[in-house]
């Protein structure tokens, strides 16, 4: 049986090149697993199938054996525990991550939880992939080989040995965000401002970058995080905004306002470090 093979030869950050293999399940062309796959750089041997049955199929006939199979969930229980267990069987060694889509999230949306499986949603891969590889570039050890024993098991990561260089500027509504925010930061040794919704006298002349925190981007708050986005980029700094339930339009608003990159809340502090470490 063949399958497209995808791979990528890029330097991780300590000048090494490694490879981690990849099983893509289910239609990562589309819509937002499209949009969250093209720009991953770190090197990897990625091969693609349609379904669980033609990637058993795969593991069966091949030598390919993935770290990891990751599963595109474009609505609830897509997959089933009868899938996940043909695909451990072909591939016993392999973490099975399902990357939720959007229609995927919410209370009464979320589909039958399945066992053996770390869970993610499509708009936390990025930077749980990013986090993963600076771990691993640094000789630790990658978020899917821990155990699945918490909630939040396999995306608890070594911690990040690089440092924020230069001003972090956060803005946010309330003092508490912003305290929360440059706690979580601290330990990386960044300098974070707080640039109150539209105050910006206070910030320096160079910024590294920004953090704006949002909702989900109504007229009012997106006219806000362009005028943020306006005063860090003059800075010479490049933005992050963090929301809440993100969807697959909410990327392009916000690379329309002048941002780079959009993660949701809540936020895993490490992932959310190796962002920010990718704008410097």
Not at 40 to 60: F, G, H, P, Y
Not at 71 to 83: E, H, K, S, V
Not at 99 to 105: H, I, L
Request: contains cysteine.
């Amino acid at each position: 049986m063949n399958a497209p093979s995808y791979s990528y030869q890029c330097d991780d950050s300590v000048g090494n090149k490694s490879t981690v293999g990849v099983l893509l399940v289910g239609p990562w062309k589309n819509g937002e697993f499209a949009e969250i796959l093209s720009p991953l750089s770190m090197s990897a041997d990625w091969q693609r199938t349609a379904s669980c049955e033609e990637a058993a199929a795969l593991l069966q006939e091949t030598e390919f054996a993935p770290e990891l199979i990751l599963l595109a969930c474009p609505l609830p229980d897509t997959y089933l525990d009868a899938d996940v267990e043909q695909l451990l069987l072909a591939a016993p060694l392999a973490r099975l991550v399902v990357v939720a889509g959007t229609w995927c999230e919410g209370e009464l949306r979320t589909g039958t939880p399945l066992s053996g499986v770390l869970r993610l949603y499509w708009y936390e891969f990025p930077g749980w992939w990013t986090s993963a590889i600076n771990t691993l570039g640094h000789g630790g050890c990658p978020p899917w080989s821990q155990p699945l024993d918490g909630p939040h098991s396999g995306r608890c990561l070594d911690t990040i040995q690089a440092e924020l260089t230069g001003v972090v500027a956060i803005d946010c509504k309330l003092i508490s965000t912003f305290d929360a925010l440059a706690g979580a930061l601290g330990p990386y040794k960044a300098e974070c401002h707080w640039a109150r919704r539209g105050q910006f006298e206070q910030l320096p002349s160079q910024v590294t970058a920004g953090i704006w925190d949002g909702g989900q981007l109504e007229p009012l708050e997106l006219e806000r995080l362009r005028i943020f986005a306006q005063e860090i980029c003059k800075r010479g700094g490049r933005v992050i905004a963090l929301l809440d339930f993100p969807r697959q339009e909410h990327l392009a608003m916000v690379r329309d306002a002048g941002g780079s990159a959009v993660m949701g809340k809540p936020y895993v502090v490490e992932e959310l470090v190796s962002r920010l470490l990718s704008l410097q």
